[in-house]
Each structure stands twice: as C-alpha cells, then as structure tokens.
C-alpha cells in the first residue's frame, strides 16, 4: 500500500505488530528480493515461501491444457520461479492458521479486506479449521502478513515440515457432553511449539487435535498424529483435569487409527510429553523419503511399545521449562459469556416456514440455558468478502465475539440469546448466510480438487455442488432417517475432505475407455464419523464422475427401504456386505461411448474434455491393450477379495488378505509390462524385476507429484512377504495396493497418451528417450 504520502503498511501498521511478527515478515520480504535476484536457491525459497503458509497453486508451471493439448500461459517474466517449476507471477494460495477455529470479528473483518483486495473475493473454511485465499500474487504476501499481523493472527508454520494448526472441537465451552472446555489448551500448545526448536527438523507435518469427549466427532483424534480427549481422574482424593492421549493416526494415501499412547496425562505433563514426542520424531523419523516420513510410520516401524520407551527416555533429558505449567493459570481467560440480555427480542421472520426448518437442522442448544450456538451454512466452504464482514458485524451485535469454523467448512456464531434468533436470521438472510441444513446430508465437504489444486484429479467442488443441489430438492436434509449421513469427497487420494470417515465418501481418479480418458471417483464406504472418527470406510471400487449423483440417491434409497430400526448407515452396509453392496452397484459402472453421451468425458463444472487429445492406434494395439485390460481387471478383482476377507479378520483370514492385496500389485505390474512383453512370465520375481527396468529406472511409472512411492509399495511388500503379518500391516498393505492399482491405471493412460501401445512403440519410446533396452 501507497499513498499520497507514500506510506506503506509497513508504516501505518507498525506499531500494532508485535516486533518479533514484524521481523518474520521483514526477513522473508528480503528473501522474497534475494530470490528475484537469482542469490536464493528457488528450492530453499520454496520451503521458507510454504512455512508462511503460501502455496502454489494449479497452472502455476505456466501451463493449461485446454482439453485437447497443453498451452503456455503467457506470464511477463517466465524465467522468475518461486519454486523448482513454479511461475513467479502465477496465482498462488495463502492459508491462515486459526487454532481451535477461534476469531474475533475485528480479525474477520481484516480477511475480508485482505481477501477483497489481492484476492478472489472468495474465502474458504478448510477441514482443518484454517481459512485459505486463492488466486494471490507473491508480490502481495507480505503485506497480506502485516494486515493479519495487526489483528493477532500470524501465517508461521502454516505449512512445511512443522506442528500445523490445531484443531479444538467447535462446540467446546458450550457441549454438553463434554468432559471440560479445551479451548485454552489448543491455543495454548499452540503459542507453546510456534518457532519451538525442538519442532524445526521434521521430516514431515504433525496434525494435533483436542477433543471435549470421546463420543461425538469433535476433535477427530482417532486421524491424528497426536490427540487429546478430555478426561479427569481422582488422585488421591481430589479430582484432576488431563487427558487421555493417542498417537500415530492419519489420513492421507494410506489411513491409519490412531493408537492409544496414555489413558490419563495430568495438564501438567502434555506439554513436556508433546516436546519428548516431536523431539523422537524429529531425531528418528524418515527424512529421505517424505512417502514414510509421518510419525504414523514411525510408530509402525517401532512398535508402539519401543515408541513409547523412547519417549519416557527422552522426558527425563529434557531440560525444564516454566511454560510447561505456567499457561495453567491462563485457562481462566478463555471463558465465554454471552450479551446480558437479548438485542432484538421482538423482531418477526418474513418466512416462518423456512426459519422453523432452519432451527432443526442449524441450531444447538447450549448448556447454558437460554444461549444457542448457531450453524451459519457456507456452501462448499465459501463465502465472499461482503458476506464474511456483514457476518462480523452480527458476530458484534449478537455476542462478544464468540464465533468459531469449523471441520465441515462452516461458521458457528455462539452464545446467541434464545430470543435473538428470528432477528439473528433475518439478518443472516440479508447476507444470502440463512441457508439449512448445516452439518447434514446436503452439506457435503468437499476439498478444492481441480479447482485450484495441482494434485486433485476430479473436480470434488463440482460433484459436491451437484450432490448437494440435487438432495436438497428432496428434502433429505431434513429427513431424520438420512439427514444425519456425511459425504466428503476429496480430489485425489490424499483426503483432504477426510473421506475416509464419511459414511459416504469419494476420490478422483481417472480411467482410460475406448481409448480416451473419463473422470472416475473411489466410492469409500461405511465410515464413522462419531466417535473422534474411530472407523475408517470401505474402498468400493471406482465408478463414472457423471454417475455419482445416481450412484448417491440409489445408496440413500436403498438405506431408506432396507434398514432395521434405528440402524446408521454404517451398520446397514456392513449387514448388508460389501461383496452384496459392490454387485447392487455394477449398473452404475458402465459408460457409453463419446458418440452417445459426451458428457462423460468431461468433469463436473468444467467444459474442457477430460481427455489429453486423441491417440493413434499403434501395432498390435488392439490386442495388446485387450490383454492389459484383462490384467487390470485380475488385480481389481484380487484387491476386492483382500478387502472382503479382512472384514472378518477373526477367522484367520489376515495373512490370506496380504496375499490377495500383494497378488494384485503383482497383476497390476504384470498388465504394464505386456506393453513391453505380451508374453511376460507369472513369476512374481521376474515381473518385479522387469518392472524395476521398465518402469521404474526409466521412471515411467513415476507420479507428476509422487514420482516412485507407488512402485516402492509393490518392491517392499515383495521384500517383507515372508515376515510375519498382523491386522495392522495387513490393512496397509491393503491400501498400499489399491494406490499402486490407481497408478497403474494413471501409467496406462499417459502411456496411451504417448503413442505407447505395443511392443514396438515401446521400444521407439525407449530410443527416444535414449534408454537402453536389453
């Protein structure tokens, strides 16, 4: 910012950030310089760029393809990189940490301004209770961070190798159920490891939540790597606050529950226990490979016991630190209360209908009577900039700044006066902000997918848009039967929209048909969404992006005529059976040709054909591609029986589903490689060595993004076949199948791609990139 004066902000805001805030934001300002003068190496420029939270965005190589060829994006200064293949001057994103989701309206009203102004004019709520801004230039950041800076809110740690934000339940201070309110200890632990030494070599992000209890989806600990659930034990007579710990959860490629590391940690201890924990993390936790470099595999690696032992050692050599207790007696701070008396007592809703549906579905009582907190529904997360500072201003009129986001992308206003909801609503309405159905069926997560997202590989905000127009027309939201039902669709397998404990979930894939390429996505179901997340859901198999919508209206009708009592949905499917489920759902897997419906083969909310352009038909094509769809379809087919036996993992069949899950990477290995050898042996041995030769030292089966984790799965479960199997490391292996079967699929298509259909056009490739073929 300039004006006629030619202040900056770094003028005007000076003296309301704090000046070790204001240091940060200097350095990295001339580390933004060093880089544009070619002094700072583009990949450390990165890593400090991620640490303030600024991400890169899709396109930002300077590339688009347009649905039928890849074209350059004609940026100035072309040459100026932020990042190894990463544009200067392409539009990135920014993502702003607010632990347990809290804000005040002041801060609201800065992120609106910030966001009208360098931004889209869209702000989004992420599952992780952060807010993002896409669409930004670098140029900008900076004084982005002083404006934050100014209201409290600081970007450090945002993203790279570093504890990220954490998560608090929403309702904490207000639950009912709840054990106490953790809201002071998120924020808290929060202050406590910003910039913490102990924290600055990870070899990969830590994800830390608190939950009030252990019943509801509050804090989510069960896909943590470290999370806390409120508990109080009676210590020689007296009654002590502390927590009941787990360790080692996540989501990503492949889940795992978290374990639990302590019943019962005294308040005094999780401090000293989280630092011995990240400093065990930090000295024996994976570096080189960033595919294994999440604590979860640590844990796996060690055994939960040996973990454990560590990190009592660790505890006794760490030096004390008065903050380990001092922040105790700052818990007092945090209490909310409400306005004494309501504001607008005697206003009268214009459209009593719709208001009397808004209160079943967006409302919670409070356990202090007579306050409500109120579910303010943002679709797919968003809400523009007008929108989020007309919703500060309520946040002053109705409470004292007591307002916190959510996991499903939404806003909850608290400690609302009972008499103050018709004025709070009409007000809402105002704001285009009174919309119900919060935190049901209808109101779907969904991550930024293709949208904004260089790894999303279906348009997740597309189908959600979809989804959700389409159930509330049905009414589903308030149904009690289904209303209840979370859907969450990620873009990709990472689970950014955490599909794997939706009841219903998805992630975007792709498949290869009749020689073009169609939008596919996963279908997981019979997650847990209770219960801190405790069950993860299903892998059913993928099916056509254009028939999810009827794929989801068969799935809730179904439930609806088949369930018995007051069945959830998880338990009707897990009765019901997946093999039963996965035939009921074979007429949903058919896609007609592009001369019938073109539709298929273009996204949800995207117009471009989801095909990379025509591909010529090679020698032998027909019967080659004939027999590696036969493979293909073999290892499908093993990977659904290793799931269906491990959900009877009693009756002995463990070891069994391991074999079946490394069968099928042996038959997805197998129908790659009859593009190189139609005749290719059954011997496992020669096809993981052929694969190695073919496809993985020539890196064709490497990810854009990923490049050979999905191989290294298929080498190690070949390695470590003989060791023995549990449950846990038979259910990774499980998952680790399923994403080398997905890359098998992404392979065969970019192979097709590049005019690789036989043997020969094999070979030419192999001269043309110069490799030699023995």
Same mark, same amino acid.
């Given at each position: ?24 934001? &200097? ?13 700072? &190496? ?40 932020? #990042? ?226 560590? +990190? ?68 797919? #997360? ?75 590989? #279906? ?66 179901? #019979? ?28 799935? +809730? ?121 139609? &005749? ?95």
């Amino acid at each position: 910012m300039t004006t006629t004066t030619n202040k900056t902000w770094k003028d005007v805001l000076g003296d309301r950030i704090s000046p070790q805030m204001a240091e940060e934001i &200097d350095t990295f300002e001339n580390q933004m310089v060093l880089r544009c003068q070619n002094k700072l &190496d583009e990949k450390v420029f990165a890593e400090l760029r991620l640490r303030r939270g600024a991400y890169g965005q899709r396109y930002d190589n300077g590339y688009r393809n347009d649905g039928e060829k890849s074209k350059a994006i004609p940026f100035p200064k072309v040459e100026l990189t932020k #990042g190894p293949d990463t544009k200067w001057q392409a539009p990135g994103m920014q993502r702003i940490k607010i632990p347990y989701g809290g804000m005040t309206a002041e801060q609201m009203d800065t992120i609106a301004d910030i966001c009208e102004e360098y931004s889209d004019n869209i702000i989004h709520i992420t599952t992780r209770q952060d807010i993002q801004l896409h669409f930004l230039s670098l140029d900008n950041i900076p004084d982005m961070h002083r404006r934050l800076a100014a209201v409290g809110i600081t970007v450090r740690e945002a993203c790279g190798n570093s504890v990220r934000n954490v998560t608090a339940c929403p309702l904490a201070g207000v639950c009912h159920d709840e054990v106490f309110d953790v809201t002071g200890h998120a924020q808290e632990l929060t202050d406590f490891f910003l910039g913490h030494r102990d924290i600055q070599d990870f070899g990969r992000k830590m994800k830390i939540a608190f939950s009030g209890c252990e019943d509801h989806p509050c804090g989510l600990t069960s896909m943590h790597d470290l999370g806390f659930i409120a508990k109080t034990k009676i210590i020689d007579g007296v009654e002590v606050k502390g927590f009941k710990t787990y360790v080692g959860g996540g989501l990503g490629s492949v889940p795992f529950l978290a374990k639990l590391y302590e019943e019962f940690v005294p308040l005094e201890e999780i401090f000293p226990l989280s630092q011995a924990i990240f400093r065990v993390f930090a000295r024996l936790g994976e570096k080189q490979n960033r595919n294994k470099a999440r604590i979860k595999f640590l844990i796996q690696k060690l055994g939960l016991e040996e973990f454990r032992r560590l +990190v009592i050692e660790e505890r006794k050599i760490i030096e004390p630190d008065p903050g380990w207790t001092t922040w105790i007696e700052k818990l007092s701070s945090y209490e909310e209360k409400g306005k004494s008396s309501p504001v607008a007592p005697d206003v009268i809703v214009d459209d009593s209908e719709m208001f009397a549906k808004w209160k079943t579905t967006n409302l919670y009582p409070q356990r202090q009577d007579g306050y409500y907190t109120v579910a303010v529904s943002l679709p797919l #997360g968003d809400a523009t900039s007008p929108q989020f500072r007309g919703l500060a201003e309520l946040v002053r009129k109705y409470t004292n700044d007591t307002i916190r986001t959510t996991v499903e992308q939404n806003v909850l206003v608290r400690w609302v006066h009972e008499a103050d909801l018709p004025a709070l609503y009409m007000d809402l309405k105002e704001i285009s902000l009174h919309h119900g159905g919060a935190h049901s069926i209808i109101d779907i997560t969904a991550c930024p997918g293709t949208d904004t997202c260089k790894l999303g590989m #279906g348009s997740s905000r597309g189908l959600a848009g979809e989804l959700s127009r389409r159930m509330a027309v049905k009414g589903w939201q308030y149904n009690q039967a289904v209303k209840d039902i979370r859907i969450k669709i990620s873009g990709c397998f990472n689970s950014c929209s955490q599909h794997m404990v939706a009841e219903i979930g998805f992630y975007g894939s792709s498949r290869q048909v009749k020689r073009r390429r169609v939008p596919h996505f996963n279908l997981v179901l #019979g997650g847990e969404w209770a219960n801190n997340a405790s069950t993860y859901g299903k892998s059913m198999g993928v099916l056509p992006s254009k028939r999810i919508p009827d794929v989801v209206e068969f799935l +809730v009708d179904t439930f609806m005529q088949e369930r018995q009592g007051d069945e959830k949905f998880p338990a009707f499917f897990n009765r019901i059976g997946r093999v039963e489920m996965k035939e009921r759902l074979k007429p949903f897997t058919d896609v007609p040709s592009y001369e019938e419906d073109p539709s298929f083969y273009s996204d949800w909310a995207d117009t471009r054909e989801f095909t990379l352009g025509d591909i010529g038909i090679g020698e032998c094509a027909g019967e080659v591609v004939t027999l590696t769809d036969f493979s293909m379809a073999d290892a499908e087919s093993l990977h659904f029986d290793a799931t269906v036996l491990l959900d009877e993992p009693e009756n002995g069949n463990v070891q069994l589903a391991a074999d079946k899950a490394i069968a099928a990477m042996v038959s997805a290995a197998k129908a790659l490689l009859k593009f190189q050898n139609i &005749d290719i042996a059954d011997d496992k041995e020669v096809i993981a060595e052929e694969f190695r030769k073919y496809f993985y030292d020539t890196k064709l089966f490497f990810d854009p993004f990923a490049k050979g984790k999905f191989a290294q799965y298929l080498f190690t479960a070949l390695e470590t076949e003989h060791e023995p199997i549990n449950l846990e490391r038979s259910q990774q292996l499980i998952e680790e199948s399923r994403l080398f079967i997905e890359a098998a699929h992404e392979c065969n298509a970019r192979m097709m791609d590049s005019g690789i259909t036989s043997p020969v056009s094999f070979k030419q490739w192999m001269v043309k990139q110069n490799l030699q073929l023995n």
